[in-house]
């Protein structure tokens, strides 16, 4: 039987010609990406607090600070969404986005999920799945390729925000204490 998180690489067959576009040049807020995925603010609020789904673009830095979520990562929250509302433990979730966290948008491409229930196995070919399916018991799959889909396409008529450089805070402001006049000296800068 297919083992958790085979780590063979490559892209399967089939898989959705995808660029890996992961540069940073384009983040989602995060409500950007809730609507994208179909989850709540607080749900994404959660998962970055936590460590589960980090924003790979950047994230939040204080109060007032926007945590900006690439492509790939909005994908990945999609898969947690999936896991979640199939019923896999949290706990389960967790181990299988390790796995996936390593790899490049264009490899997650191809790679199916299928689960029992319990554990979340890795498929990257036909054949895989059907060994998986073979042992009788009931899975459930899910086809990262197809996520993949469904993201572009809500992202369509969803904004995105151009990743550009923070402007750096001026020396007087770094001394003076309170945070209102850190805010005006970096309005003087803009």
């Known amino acids: 039987m297919q083992e958790p998180w ?7 067959p089939g898989a959705p010609a995808i660029d ?23 749900q994404l609020d959660y998962w970055a607090r936590t460590g589960l789904v980090v924003p790979g673009v950047r994230d939040a830095s204080g109060s007032g600070t926007q945590r900006l ?9 999609k898969v947690v969404k999936r896991l979640l509302d199939a019923g896999v433990s949290l706990q389960n979730i967790r181990k299988a986005i390790e796995a996936l966290r390593s790899r490049g948008v264009a490899d997650l491409a191809g790679i199916t999920l ?4 319990t554990t979340v196995y890795e498929c990257r070919s036909p054949e895989e799945v059907v060994d998986l399916l073979q042992g009788g ?3 459930f799959g899910i086809a990262i390729g197809g996520a993949f889909k469904e993201i572009q396409g809500s992202l369509s ?29 970096r309005r003087r800068v803009s």
């Open 6 to 12: 085979d780590s063979d690489s490559g892209s399967g």
């Open 20 to 42: 890996d576009d992961d540069d940073g040049e384009v983040g989602y807020r995060g409500v950007t990406a809730c609507h994208a995925v179909g989850i709540s603010y607080r």
């Open 69 to 77: 979520y690439s492509f790939r990562d909005l994908v990945v929250l």
């Open 114 to 117: 299928i689960s029992d229930g």
């Open 137 to 139: 018991q009931g899975v």
């Open 157 to 185: 008529h969803l904004p995105a925000e151009s990743v550009a450089p923070q402007p750096a805070v001026p020396a007087a402001a770094e001394v003076v204490g309170d945070e209102l006049a850190a805010r005006r000296a």
